[in-house]
T-cell receptor, first 113, second 112 residues
Framework: GQQLNQSPQSMFIQEGEDVSMNCTSSSIFNTWLWYKQDPGEGPVLLIALYKAGELTSNGRLTAQFGITRKDSFLNISASIPSDVGIYFCAGQPESGGYQKVTFGIGTKLQVIP | EADIYQTPRYLVIGTGKKITLECSQTMGHDKMYWYQQDPGMELHLIHYSYGVNSTEKGDLSSESTVSRIRTEHFPLTLESARPSHTSQYLC???????????FGPGTRLLVL
């Protein structure tokens, strides 16, 4: 099946720092999604991207749909302790055909106060 | 705030027992999904439904079964639980924007 490579797999940052993470695939994707999962909870959708080159913000979060349609990036500015969690990229591959999304392995973010 | 509920939140059960994990949503969404997630790992789709009386198997093979008799309800059943079924099970639903999925809090299952 389709595979999404997400990096980094984990990161420790100081409160106030900016964070960048990305997701790549060998296949073309039609839609890219970024979710955050808090411990013991289900993922919550942060940003959805629908067009190549699209740049979308949600508060301190900004995500981009890569021009090649094979990657996406998520940036978090001025991190705060509540940003802690696992960030998953997800997307619908062009060849998917079933209205299903494929998830990456996640980036675990730890923020040091 | 998404209105999708899962019960139980935690379940510890012995091998061989039959279990049903409940999932309900009050958003009137046609599409519902079940994912399996091991700790620190990605989500794998095991079942999905486009509407009442529609169910399909997902990308990850699973011994569980599902039913969709009502729009708001999408239960998952394991006829005979085994330790290999130990995992977290997440239910989700989506409406017109099918890719925008709303997730429930999950059920953590431990089979002894």
């Amino acid at each position: 099946g389709q595979q999404l490579n997400q990096s980094p797999q984990s990161m420790f940052i100081q409160e106030g720092e900016d964070v960048s993470m990305n997701c790549t695939s060998s296949s073309i994707f039609n839609t890219w999604l970024w979710y955050k999962q808090d411990p013991g909870e289900g993922p919550v959708l942060l940003i959805a991207l629908y067009k190549a080159g699209e740049l979308t913000s949600n508060g301190r979060l900004t995500a981009q749909f890569g021009i090649t349609r094979k990657d996406s990036f998520l940036n978090i500015s001025a991190s705060i302790p509540s940003d802690v969690g696992i960030y998953f990229c997800a997307g619908q591959p062009e060849s998917g055909g079933y209205q299903k999304v494929t998830f990456g392995i996640g980036t675990k973010l730890q923020v040091i106060p | 705030e998404a209105d999708i509920y899962q019960t139980p939140r935690y379940l510890v059960i012995g091998t061989g027992k039959k279990i049903t994990l409940e999932c309900s949503q009050t958003m009137g969404h046609d599409k519902m999904y079940w994912y399996q997630q091991d700790p620190g790992m990605e989500l794998h789709l095991i079942h999905y439904s486009y509407g009442v009386n529609s169910t399909e198997k997902g990308d990850l093979s699973s011994e569980s079964t599902v039913s969709r008799i009502r729009t708001e309800h999408f239960p998952l059943t394991l006829e005979s639980a085994r330790p290999s079924h130990t995992s977290q099970y997440l239910c989700a639903s989506s409406g017109l924007s099918w890719e925008t999925q709303y997730f429930g809090p999950g059920t953590r299952l431990l089979v002894l």
